[in-house]
C-alpha cells in the first residue's frame, strides 16, 4: 500500500465505447485533499473501448493506471473475476472506489465526501450515495434509486434483499481490506452472474455502511447486450437464474449472520423461495406451510390469481408454454 495514495478507483470495462468518456471524465474531475489513481481492467473489448482508454492513459499517465487483456478474467465456472483477479492486488489506496465503465459519476465532490466521512469514521466499512437511474432504451424516464431524504446507516435488511433496495456499486468506497477478500459466499452469487449483493453483504456484516443522501452517479441500464440488467430482463431463463442465484447466495450467507439477523436471512430465503415458486407455476407450494402465512400478506388480486391457477391447473400449464415459462406447472 502506497501512503501517498489514498483511494484507487476500481473500472471493468467491456465494449463501452459509447460510455467509458464519460466515466474516465467523471474521475478525472474529483477534487480532493489527497491523491487517487484510476485503475481501468479492458476485458478484451471488440470495439474502440481499449483505443479510448489508451488515449486517457496517454494523457494522465500519473492517474490512469491501464490493464489490457488478452483473453477473457471473466470466469463464473473458476470464480474469477476482473476486480479480485487484476484491479484489487493492484490497487495502492487505503480505500476502493467502484465505478463500471458504462456509469459514471457526476459529482465532483463525491470522492472527497465519502473519504472524509470514512476518516472520520473508521468504524464504518463503505460509504455509499444515492444513484440516478438511466434508462439507455428510453424505456422509462431517469429516476432516483433510494432518495431517502437525510444521510442515514444503510439498514441491513435492504442489502438482505437485494442491492436495488439498499445503494448501486457506482456509489460504493469501501475499505480495501475488506472488499478484497471477500468470504465463501460471494463466490455463490459470483457463479450466478453476480457480485455486487454479496460484496454488500460482506460490508455490512463487517461494519456499518453510510448511506449520503446525495445523487452523485448515474447508473445506465440496458447499455448494451453483456451488461446484467440486460441479461436479466432477457426472460424466463435468465430471470430464474438470478432469482435461483439469489437463493443459493442467501442460503449460503445464513451462517454469517449474527444474532437477530438470523431470523432476517431465514425469512428473506423464505419469501425468495416463495417468489421463485410463483414464477416456477409451483403455486399450490406456496398454500403449504411455512409459505401459507406470506401467501396470507399478499394482496386480494395476488391471492386470487393464486386460487385460479390452483383450481384449474391445465388452464395454467396452458398459459404458461404460451409465455414460454419453462416447463414448471
Known amino acids: 500500500m502506497n501512503d501517498d495514495i489514498l483511494v484507487s478507483i476500481c473500472c471493468l470495462t467491456y465494449n463501452h465505447e459509447k460510455y467509458l468518456r464519460d466515466a474516465l471524465d467523471g474521475f478525472l474531475m474529483q477534487r480532493t485533499s489527497f491523491r487517487y489513481e484510476i485503475l481501468v481492467n479492458d476485458d478484451v473489448s471488440t470495439d474502440s473501448t481499449a483505443a479510448i482508454l489508451r488515449e486517457y492513459a496517454g494523457k ?72 440516478l437511474v438511466h434508462a439507455c432504451g428510453g424505456e422509462k424516464p431517469d429516476y432516483r434509486l433510494l432518495h431517502h431524504g437525510a444521510d442515514c ?27 478484497a477478500h471477500p468470504a465463501d459466499f460471494f463466490y455463490v452469487g459470483l457463479a ?20 449520503l443522501d446525495r445523487c452523485m452517479s448515474v447508473y445506465r441500464m440496458h447499455s448494451n447486450n453483456a451488461a446484467w440488467s440486460s441479461a436479466v430482463d432477457g426472460g424466463y431463463a435468465a430471470m430464474r437464474e438470478y432469482m435461483t442465484g439469489k437463493l443459493a447466495l442467501l442460503r449460503a450467507f445464513r451462517p454469517w449472520a449474527q444474532g437477530e439477523r438470523v431470523s432476517a436471512v431465514d425469512q428473506a430465503i423464505l419469501e425468495t423461495e416463495f417468489e421463485l415458486m410463483h414464477f416456477e407455476g409451483r403455486d399450490r407450494e406456496q398454500r403449504l406451510p411455512p409459505y401459507d402465512a406470506i401467501l396470507k ?4 388480486d395476488y391471492r386470487l390469481k393464486n386460487l385460479v391457477k390452483c383450481c384449474f391447473p391445465a388452464l395454467q400449464r396452458a398459459w404458461r408454454r404460451r409465455r414460454h415459462y419453462g416447463e414448471n406447472g
Not at 162 to 179: D, L, P
Not at 297 to 300: A, C, G, M, P, T
Request: aromatic share 12%; with cysteine.
Open 153 to 179: 446507516d444503510v439498514r441491513f435488511e435492504d442489502v438482505l434483499y437485494g442491492m436495488s433496495h439498499a445503494f448501486h456499486t457506482s456509489s460504493v468506497v469501501a475499505k480495501k481490506e475488506i472488499i
Open 192 to 211: 450466478h452472474g453476480f457480485g455486487d449483493h454479496p460484496d454488500g453483504l460482506w460490508m455490512i456484516t463487517n461494519g456499518p455502511v453510510r448511506y
Open 297 to 300: 400478506r399478499q394482496s386480494l
Open 60 to 131: 494522465h499517465p500519473d492517474l490512469i493506471r491501464p490493464f489490457f487483456q488478452q483473453t477473457h478474467v471473466l470466469n463464473l465456472a473458476e470464480g474469477k473475476e476482473p476486480c479480485l483477479e487484476v484491479l484489487y492486488p493492484a490497487a495502492r489506496g487505503k480505500y476502493i472506489a467502484l465505478c463500471e465503465g458504462d456509469d459514471y459519476w457526476t459529482d465532483p465532490d463525491k470522492l472527497q465526501l465519502q473519504v472524509g466521512f470514512l476518516e472520520a469514521h473508521p468504524e464504518y466499512t463503505a460509504c455509499v450515495h444515492d444513484t
